[in-house]
């Protein structure tokens, strides 16, 4: 699969995730960018705030209910506002779980995922194992993001996300690696290690930002890459797999965090050239915080 097929499967709109520094550089897959469909199509008018979560529960587990995927998503939207009372995850769970085993719509199945995940509790994991297994992308895209959302020390068999480091599709490549190495799974990191040669650029340089959580040398390359990469023209037209400035800016952001966040001083010399030469202010502001907190 050459780099162009791979890397056009995921959509121009960029997005974090998580809160955590492995996500600045990786694009999302259509389910995540929905919010722009649902806007250009008008159906944000059938989004309620007035309704509860049990209400949308019943809708999504409805016979009649036609737009049963926009009820999940506005069920994720509350969870992740913390509208929802911990006490009642459990009843949530096996709602949901049932609503995803009876449902055909992977948008549907997708957002059940994403709802489910926003809990961020162990509670959720056997519906997390089945969602991986899913034949629908976007579905065990949302079940690998909702691992890496979980608490740090979660007792999880990884056996299949690591699979997912090879897959065919970059996005799950990329999802991977980035749930796998925010756990820092040991079992995970040759497999990592690998994709530092990945056909698809954005695969890449996540793997090598990735590898820095297990302060990996072998990633000392493609980190350099990454804290040199020039921006291009202001009005450059650009073309994927090539990256705008944005993305550019994001990515050594990403970095220089990843870099400071598990304490590695193993290319300060490079982060310094950053804090001395970088265009872009932000960049070379965060370069000299990052390596004056390396120092100490």
Not at 172 to 184: D, I, K, N, V
Not at 186 to 210: C, F, H, K, N, T
Not at 231 to 250: E, G
Request: net charge neutral.
């Amino acid at each position: 699969m050459s780099t162009e097929s791979s890397d056009s499967k995921a959509p121009q709109v960029q997005k974090k995730i998580l809160e955590n520094p492995f996500v600045g550089s990786l694009v999302v897959p259509v389910a995540i960018v929905l919010v722009g469909a649902l806007i250009i199509f008008g159906v944000t008018k059938m989004l309620s705030t007035e309704r509860s979560y049990k209400d949308l529960v019943n809708e999504i587990q409805s016979k009649s209910f036609g737009n049963k995927w926009i009820a999940a998503y506005e069920l994720s939207k509350q969870i992740n506002s913390a509208q929802i009372p911990k006490d009642e995850y459990p009843w949530l769970i096996e709602n949901l779980s049932i609503a995803f085993k009876d449902s055909i719509d992977p948008r549907t199945k997708g957002f059940i995922i994403a709802a489910v995940g926003a809990l961020r509790t162990e509670l959720a994991l056997p519906l997390l194992t089945t969602a991986l297994e899913d034949a629908d992308t976007d579905v065990k895209f949302h079940a690998i993001v909702s691992l890496a959302s979980m608490p740090k020390g979660v007792v999880f068999n990884w056996t299949t996300t690591i699979g997912l480091l090879s897959s065919t599709e970059s996005i799950l490549r990329q999802a991977s690696l980035m749930a796998l190495a925010t756990h820092q799974i040991p079992e995970a990191q040759e497999g990592i290690r690998r994709l530092l040669v990945d056909q698809s650029l954005v695969v890449r340089y996540a793997a090598g930002i990735a590898l820095i959580a297990y302060q990996d040398s072998a990633a000392k390359q493609i980190i350099e890459e990454i804290l040199l990469l020039k921006y291009p023209a202001i009005d450059a037209r650009i073309m994927p797999p090539a990256l705008d400035v944005r993305q550019i800016t994001d990515l050594k952001l990403s970095a220089l965090n990843t870099l400071h966040k598990y304490n590695w001083a193993f290319l300060n010399e490079t982060i310094l050239e950053v804090a001395q030469k970088d265009e872009n202010n932000s960049v070379a502001t965060k370069a000299k915080e990052v390596l004056n907190l390396l120092k100490k």
